[in-house]
């Protein structure tokens, strides 16, 4: 991988004057039609994990602190979805969505006058690479205080051959010197300006990337190379938009944890809570924390309350119980869940269906009977998964198909709900101290599990964040201590307990 050296004094030439841009402009290019993929709309309109590709883009920048403003350059005939899309999302720092040209150099001009004179640094991004990370963006603009040009590449896992009319090799490159570029470009405003001056004089002058106008049009200029990621495709082909969505899928967000207690109280004071699967575990460790915030907490299940969540009506009861009591409902939280061992050919009929039942039929049941009074309070809906999602295991066939359709279901629900203003999350930790999880593989050394208070943390942060359509993965810091696991009652059921663990 390459290096980055933007902090050594000597790594460029110094400038005549130390530059000192007013402002850092990203001018995201947004200018494709999606022909390549077959659609009837531009591509970086196409949903992924349940948002539009240019929406989740344009959060990336919207949410990195080294940018300033944002400027979208659209396909033509479309400038007013994006607006839709910029306006129904709340994205402050999106100043313009206008028209792009028929030529990417002809983009790049209009984008260089919709940003202005002034010393501005300027980043170029492809609409359509949704998963550029916060780390890519601050590198880029951190080296432009010392190079006048940056781009962003990967290196080549493939050998390169270079063909000649025929397709016959005529040359084979060194691996080692080659990289596969990426976006974002970045520039100091007046290097890429100078460039394009110059290269108006050129009658064959036809650009597709903006670092190549600097090298060809600024040979001296030395242009900076960041290290992108393999993440960081652009969706051109169709398959390309399958692999998308699975990265988004695997990601694994990041809820903001609040400073202080009084923060907590604050968001979480008069609010509703209705947890499934609330007497042990997760569940249990969950109410608690959010009483001890202020939350009105309502905890059912089958052991407490006789409530059975993959039955409509107790499902129906119980709602309706916590809104008469409170007169709204916020948070619903469905940790229930059950996890059987054993080969799905020797697996009984009664046993299956459980399964069936208990893990999915219920959170879909729960989703339907709560989405009116979560439309009342623009509440959420929270799930839980197992790692076990990403990868059926054997001896846990149903219980994996039963976690990955979970996923599914919460950036669908998301994207149905979106318009209501209901969220829906997924929790994803790994293994974790739960009496589910004792019952089904024994004592297992307490430094190599999650404690299920922390899990109750994570899930509390996701609830009072404005994240929705996410998977958010769970992981033990080193040396986190584990809560004692309380012991399974005699002839308790299984169903009320926490079943977001990983089975292996």
């Known amino acids: 991988m390459t290096q980055d050296h933007t902090t050594s004094p000597d790594a460029a030439a110094p400038a005549a004057t130390p530059w000192r841009p007013s402002r850092t402009v990203a001018v995201v290019l947004a200018g494709g039609t999606g022909t390549r993929l077959g659609l009837g709309i531009p591509k970086q309109l196409l949903k992924i994990a349940g948002k539009p590709i240019i929406e989740h883009t344009l959060a ?43 030529t990417r150099n002809a983009t ?135 692999l998308a969505d699975k990265l988004f899928q695997l990601a694994a967000a990041q809820a903001p944890r609040l400073s202080d207690h009084r923060s907590y109280s604050e968001e979480l004071t008069g609010r509703t809570v209705v947890i499934f699967g609330g007497s042990y575990g997760i569940g249990h460790d969950l109410a608690e924390l959010a009483r001890r915030y202020g939350a009105q907490v309502f905890p059912f299940s089958r052991s407490s309350t006789g409530t059975h969540v993959e039955r409509a009506q107790d499902v129906e009861a119980a709602l309706k119980t916590a809104f008469e009591a409170t007169g709204r409902i916020d948070y619903v939280v469905v940790t229930a869940g059950i996890l059987e061992k054993g080969e799905l050919a020797e697996m009984d009929q009664d046993t299956m269906d459980r399964v069936l039942q208990v893990n999915f039929v219920g959170p879909v049941i729960a989703a339907r009977q709560s989405l009116p009074y979560l439309q009342q309070t623009k509440g959420q809906l929270l799930l839980y998964t197992s790692s076990s999602y990403t990868r059926g295991r054997a001896q846990y066939a149903l219980y994996s198909a039963t976690k990955a359709a979970l996923v599914n279901l919460t950036q669908a629900l998301a994207d149905e709900w979106a318009e209501f203003g209901v969220r829906v999350n997924c929790i994803n930790p790994e293994r974790t101290a739960t009496p589910m999880r004792t019952k089904a593989f024994g004592e297992e050394p307490e430094h190599t599990l999650l404690s299920a208070e922390a899990v109750a943390q994570a899930s509390l942060d996701v609830l009072i964040s404005e994240l929705t359509g996410q998977v958010i993965d769970v992981r033990r810091a080193p040396g986190e201590p584990v809560v004692a696991v309380p012991a399974q009652p005699i002839g308790g059921a299984d169903d009320e307990l926490p079943s977001g663990v990983d089975a292996g």
């Open 108 to 242: 790049t001009r209009i984008a260089l006058d919709a940003v202005g004179e002034g010393d501005v640094n300027i980043l170029f991004h492809d609409a359509v690479r949704p998963l550029v990370s916060a780390r890519i963006v601050r590198e880029c603009v951190n080296a432009l205080w010392t190079y006048s040009a940056v781009d962003v590449a990967i290196p080549s896992a493939d050998t390169i051959i270079q063909v000649d009319q025929e397709d016959c090799i005529v040359d084979i490159p060194v691996r080692s010197t080659l990289r596969r570029g990426q976006t974002p470009q970045a520039f100091r405003s007046g290097t890429i300006r100078e460039a394009y001056r110059h290269a108006e004089g050129d009658p064959n002058f036809a650009a597709t990337d903006d670092c190549g106008v600097v090298l060809r049009y600024l040979p001296g200029t030395p242009i900076k190379v960041i290290d992108g990621s393999d993440e960081n495709i652009k969706v051109t082909h169709p398959v390309d938009v399958h």
């Open 60 to 102: 990336v920048f919207e949410a990195a602190p080294e940018i300033d403003e944002i400027i979208v350059l659209m396909a033509v005939g479309h400038v007013a979805d994006a607006q839709q899309i910029v306006d129904k999302a709340g994205f402050r720092k999106v100043s313009k969505v206008i028209e792009g040209g028929d």
